[in-house]
């Protein structure tokens, strides 16, 4: 009852700091300096909660404020936080409540048959092609027997190719924004059609059967 009731005080902070307190922030992270960084991690962190900025947008300011490297190592930071923060909250908070929710769902439930079967290569797969919600993928993963280690190192790997392109895009975006909007659109529809074929196959394998 107590890790439950410290679970939803904290889930309410970020709610309403998400809230009330994300144009504040985000003027502190265009201003740039040493408090913008840790300003730039919460705020990412918060979103990966309760998405307040849209997560292409706020990676791509804070790359055009700090630079590809700079900015990639800041929403990565902060968008892990976030992460290992939700996957624990599921874990230990939530867990009695989101399992008997999550009852509900069958294809829930045959996204946690597909990341526990090989945690590692699903969570990368998932991280890499968003078949899977992330927020679904964190809250499955926390409540199922997926080490935290495993989460954690698959998360990473899967979150940088995506930051590194919206962290590039944002440094570009000041010289050349027709190339910042092409390199993403780009990288949207390379994922679009990916999820394009694994919905076909499915499709195609339900109806051979």
Known sequence: MFKRIVS???????IVVGLF???????????????????SML????????????FPVLAGVIGAVFGTAQGVVISLTGAMAGTMGLYLLSRYG???FAQE?????????EYEKLLTRNSFLAILTCRLIPIIPAPVVNIICG??????????????LGKIPNILILSYAGASFNENKLYSFGLYGVYLLILFL?????????MEKKSSN
């Open 8 to 14: 939803i005080i904290i889930f309410l902070l970020i």
């Open 21 to 39: 307190q994300k144009d504040p922030l985000l003027q502190v992270i265009k201003e740039g300096g040493t408090l913008s960084i840790a300003i």
């Open 43 to 54: 705020l990412v962190a918060i979103c990966v909660f309760f998405p307040v900025i849209p």
């Open 94 to 96: 939530f867990r009695d």
């Open 101 to 109: 929710k999550l009852q509900k769902y069958p294809k829930v439930q």
């Open 143 to 156: 409540l199922s027997h997926v080490k935290w280690v495993t989460f954690f190192a698959a998360s990473t």
């Open 194 to 202: 990916i999820n394009l074929v694994i919905v076909y196959r499915r």
